[in-house]
């Protein structure tokens, strides 16, 4: 059974930076996932942030967050992480890991980036950024 648990969040001002983890348990080995990041802020909907496909690393993220957060993965230590740099308080939010097995084909770049692409989600952790 997969699971997902995120870590790392937290209260920051604007400027700042935070590096959040996403540890993964239950994968099938030497299977391609894609995985990615979503938030969601009071009173909006949950949207993608950044995604990886963790056979061939091919990224895409949003383009509010583009040059400014960095996703990628530890394949030894199972985790998927997020380094957030120049955190705006339009950042604020919580923040999402998830996955879904890719059992055939690649992740799409679009897909990356959409919530109903994924079936596996963690329970989310805040990030405030204060201006």
């Known amino acids: 059974q997969v699971q997902l648990v995120e870590s790392g969040g937290g209260a920051v001002q604007a400027g700042g930076s935070l590096k959040l983890s996403c540890a993964a348990s239950g994968f099938f080995a030497n299977t391609r996932y894609c995985m990615g990041w979503f938030r969601e802020a009071p009173g909006k909907e949950r949207e993608g942030v950044a995604g990886?496909?963790?056979?061939?690393?091919?990224?895409n993220y949003a383009d509010s967050v583009k040059g400014r957060f960095t996703v990628s993965q530890d394949d030894v230590q199972k985790t998927l992480y997020l380094q957030m740099n120049s955190l705006k308080p339009e950042d604020t939010g919580m923040y999402y890991c998830?996955?879904?097995?890719?059992?055939?084909?690649?992740?799409?770049?679009?897909?990356?980036?959409?919530?109903?692409?994924?079936?596996?989600w963690g329970q989310g952790t805040q990030v405030t950024v204060s201006s």
């Open positions: 990886i496909d963790t056979r061939d690393h091919r990224t």
């Open positions: 998830a996955a879904v097995r890719r059992i055939v084909g690649v992740c799409s770049e679009t897909g990356l980036l959409t919530s109903g692409s994924f079936s596996y």
